[in-house]
Structures are given as C-alpha cells and as structure tokens.
C-alpha cells in the first residue's frame, strides 16, 4: 500500500495520519505490569477475521480480544500476516469476513466512532520536518474535535519533549521525532494506542524507555496492542500475547501461560561431567537436550562449564542429586530455568525463522 506524502491527504490516510506515531520516551520508573480487574472493559474484540487477496486466503480467522490497561503483544516473524491485521483493524482495508469492535463501535459499520478511540502507527511515522515540533501538533490538533492548547501541553510533558518543542523537526534525533510521534497520537485521548513493530531503529536505552513509557499508559487505564518480531522485548513487554503464523492465531495468552507450555529445563553441573551423564541416563523419563535443541540464553550456558540440559520430573531432581552423592560424584550445580517465548514459538512454527 502507497503511503500518503504530507499534505495530500485521502479521507482515510488523514484519520491514519491523526494516529501515526511510533515512540521513544523520557526516563521512567520502570514498574511490573499492574494487576488487572476481572471485569474489565474489553477495547478491541476480533472475531474470525479472514482476509483474501487475489483468490488467495492470507488472513484465516483470527481472534482476540484486548481489554482496558492491558499490553497485548501480536508476535509473529516478517510476512506472517501482523501488518495486514493491523490495516484491518484501523479500516484501511477490509475484512473479506469477520467482525472488528472497538469499544463496542463496529469498524466497518461506523468507522467514525471506532476510529476515534484510536491511536496508531502502521510502519514508520511521519512529520512535517520544516515545521517546528509545536507546529506540527497545532497542524494535527486542527484535523480533531475539542484540541485545546493545554491539550497540546499536556501530550509534551507525557512525552517529555518540553525543551525542544519549538525546534525544528529537522534537528530532531530519531528518538526525539518519535517521542512527538507519540505525542501526535495521544492528541484525541484514545483508549487503544496500536504499535506496528514501534522498537525498530531504537538503541538498547530506547527500547527499555519506550517498554517504560508503555507501561505507564496500560496503568493509567489505555490498552496497548503491539506487534513485533522481538520475542525478548514483547516477553518483557506485554501482559498477554497472541503469536501468528502464516496468516494464523495459533494461541493466545498471558506471557507464563504460553510460557509454562513449552516445559521447563534442569541444567546440571558435575565435577565428573561423564559420570554424570551416564547417571542421568540411567534416569527413566529424563531427557537429554542438545544445543541445537533448545533455546536458553548462551549467555547462562557460558559460566557452566560441562553443562548439561536435561528435561525431567522437577520432584526427581533430590533423589538424583543423592545418587550423584553416593555415586562419589560431586554436583556443582542444579538449576531449573525456564524457557523464553522464543521456545514455544519455534515449537509451534516448526521452526519458522523469525527476524
């Protein structure tokens, strides 16, 4: 899909462009995800959601819900479908079938009245350059009903961009053009703020401040839905997760939920590595993981020398532990670890890269 250029906007390019933003965002506290009510609001409700192009089907019933101050992340590799959704649910192009609400508002029904409770990026944001960082948000400000100047105010503090607002954009660092982004995007007050892949040419402290800046909003009471490739971010991120694949929801839950599926690892450690193998092997029901088999961290692995991964009944691990003893060999270490999301998803996609 074309993107408009500045100043020749299209009905729909011009409510996209109202809630265009990616983020980078002042220095937080970072804060664990707040415990939500039971009884939430639900923001964003998918249900069975198709989408055919060219007599082909790229998009097979997907469903979801997202519920008020809740991060929900939309994981899935490049071409699995994430951006397509996204276009869907901002009505810039049409589900072949399958239903969209945003706070109740049906999207194809009344795009209007769902559209307002939204705020948006799909790809990368776009600003006047020429214009100062203030100018800019005057500019959107005047596209939306009820846009005060203390308004505009407000959406710099929350972005922290009070010291450069009357710069020109062109002299804006990448983190700072998305930091007013964000601003833009926060003009209409939505109570859904969609991310498509926001972490992109972020370095390391912006991607951590822009995980604070997140969750921030989620618990001031606005939903996040964010899609990515970055399994590591969105396990860090986000309170649920739905991970696609070639066009298809293949689970949907919260990040230990998902990860608690992919089992749990015991990495021994043996002054005697062979004669704790063979130990181990003598063991029923536990299994040997080799290194192109998992997914821990080599960064974990490296300070164990010898070690030895192994799936097994977490209840077992004493009596083994004895028999090393009695055996004369030492254990130097035991320790369960759990996998990352990045497990489960190359369970479930067979393996399909992702990046």
Sequence with gaps: MRRSQPGSFSHWNRRLYLMNTTTSVPPLK???????????????SVKDMKKKIGGKMIIHDVSFDVQAGEI????????????????????????TQGKVLICGDNIQEDPEEALKHVGCIVENPEVYSYMTGWENLEHFARMQR????????????IVG???????????YSLGMRQRLGIAQALLGRPKLLILDEPTNGLDPKGIKELREFVRMLANQGMSLFI????????????D????????????????????????????????QPEAGRKLLASESGLQFIGDDK????????????GAIVTTMVIE???????????AGIGVLSVQRIAPTLEELFLKMTEGESIG
């Excluded at 961009?161 to 002299?171: G, N, Y």
């Design 30 to 44: 970072e804060k664990q995800a707040a415990s939500l009510p039971a009884n939430r609001e639900t923001v964003l």
């Design 72 to 95: 929900f992340g939309f994981l899935g590799p490049n071409g699995s479908g994430k951006t397509t959704t996204i276009r869907m649910l901002v009505g810039l192009i049409k589900p």
């Design 146 to 157: 009820g846009i005060d100047v203390a308004r505009i105010e407000e959406v710099v503090a």
């Design 161 to 171: 961009l009070e010291q450069r607002i009357h710069d020109k954009v062109k002299t």
């Design 227 to 238: 899609s990515s490739h970055l399994l590591s971010e969105i396990q860090l991120m986000c």
């Design 240 to 271: 649920r997760v739905a991970i696609i694949s070639q066009g298809r929801v293949l689970a949907v839950g919260t990040v230990d939920e998902l990860v608690n599926q992919a089992g749990e690892y015991v990495v021994w450690q043996f002054d």
């Design 294 to 305: 998992h997914a821990i961290d080599e960064g974990i692995l490296a300070g164990l020398k």
């Design 316 to 326: 077992r691990i004493p009596s083994v532990v004895e028999k090393a003893v009695r």
